[in-house]
């Protein structure tokens, strides 16, 4: 028998892929990235010092490339559960219609590619960076985090947090105080914020087999852990105002964001065990999203008009 | 001679390839220009500045 024959034998028939760039899209998680974009805008503009806005432009590509790729890579390792879970089963991979492989490949070549163009045409501080943030979600929080503890989101919420650090050292080529605040306010917002979807979604989570806070510690501690992080965040929202980075503009948006937040997780917090429909944890996991929208936006419009009006004093004198 | 045994593409695999490849050159298209402006962005007159 020819060599040739006995290669053909088990061969499994060939796949002709029906994917569309748009299951290529849903890969990078765009609604995960138009908020990584927005945050790394945020710190990006209000970094100290004028950017050429192309080479602005560029970075805030690369970054949402970036946040795409580690999104493709945690929908070919995740495939299995988010098989079984309502809210992810109809994604490209597990739906078949990307390969875990395909996924895998398009997800290691856009990391690669975002890296090396943020570091070769801006700066290698802001490439590291986002290399990191990459291994952070795809690795740390996808592979180790996300399946071995209830502090998953705790711990994984840093990679989310990082994009506005990344604007700002893309911007400035190091990392201040005032881009740690802003990876603080992204980092305290996430567990309070999973956890509230985590609270009506836990069947979801429990049949996929993840540790989330309520399927491990139950609702009561989960709905205290809200609560207590509410309290964290409310102050560290305030504090750009309160070291004097910003007017007081958004110190009052702030303050108001930070006591509508206490206030839906206070709800949370009240909510008997009986209550099935959740109506709080709804409420707040929706007030979240309005939060962090609305506090990055006022912080933006508070430093572009203070760069505004410094730079109108400026043409006066 | 035999005639090669080749894979026939239904309708749909046709058309998502012929969307896929569309896709892939604009990429391409697009990371030549974003090279090519960032590179004169980045050096500015500078880039013609060389020995020759």
């Known amino acids: 028998m020819a ?3 006995d290669r053909c034998i088990d061969e499994a028939p060939l796949r002709m892929s029906e994917a569309t760039p748009g299951d290529y899209i849903a890969l990078l998680k765009p609604r995960v ?30 970054i949402a490339i970036g946040a795409g790729a580690s999104g493709a890579l945690n929908m070919w390792y995740d495939a299995d559960i988010d098989k079984v879970m309502s809210r992810t089963a109809k994604r490209p991979v597990p739906s078949g219609r990307v390969t875990a492989g395909e996924a895998l490949g398009f997800g290691l070549v856009l990391s690669v590619l975002s890296v090396m ?24 929080y996808t592979m180790w985090l996300k399946r071995w503890t209830p502090q998953n989101i705790v711990i994984g919420g840093a990679a989310g947090a990082f994009p506005p650090m990344i ?3 893309a911007a400035t080529g190091t990392i201040g105080l005032e881009s740690v605040i802003l990876f603080l306010i992204t980092f305290l917002w996430t567990p309070p914020h999973f956890w509230a979807l985590a609270l009506f979604k836990s069947g979801d989570y429990e049949r996929a087999g993840i ?3 309520p399927n491990v510690a139950g609702h009561a501690s989960t709905r ?11 102050p560290v929202g305030v504090a750009p105002w309160l070291l004097g980075y910003t007017s007081l503009f958004y110190g009052l948006v702030s303050l108001g964001l930070g006591a509508g937040f206490v206030w839906y997780a206070w709800g949370v917090l009240k909510m008997s065990d009986e209550d099935k429909a959740m109506a709080p944890a709804k409420a707040l996991f929706g007030f979240s999203l309005i939060y962090l929208f ?10 572009v008009v203070a760069e505004m ?9 | 001679m035999d005639k090669l045994e080749t894979v026939d593409l239904t309708e749909q695999q046709k058309k998502a390839r012929r969307r896929r490849s569309i896709a892939i050159g604009l990429a391409l298209a697009a990371l030549v220009v974003i090279f090519y402006v960032a590179t004169l962005a980045k050096f500015g007159p500078a880039v013609l500045n060389r020995p020759l």
């Open chain 1, 3 to 5: 060599l040739i024959d």
């Open chain 1, 33 to 62: 990235m138009s908020l990584v974009v927005f945050t790394a805008v945020v710190g990006l503009v209000a970094a100290p010092g004028a950017m050429n806005p192309l080479l602005a432009m560029i970075a805030i590509l690369s």
């Open chain 1, 117 to 140: 163009t943020l570091g070769v045409l801006v700066n290698w501080l802001s490439a590291s960076l986002l290399a990191f943030t990459i291994f952070f979600y795809a690795v740390i």
């Open chain 1, 167 to 169: 604007g700002w050292a």
């Open chain 1, 211 to 213: 540790p989330m806070m």
């Open chain 1, 224 to 234: 205290r852990q809200i609560f207590a992080y509410a309290l964290l965040l409310a």
């Open chain 1, 294 to 303: 609305v506090i990055f936006a006022a912080y933006l419009g508070d430093r």
């Open chain 1, 309 to 317: 009006m410094g730079s109108m004093a400026g043409m006066g004198a």
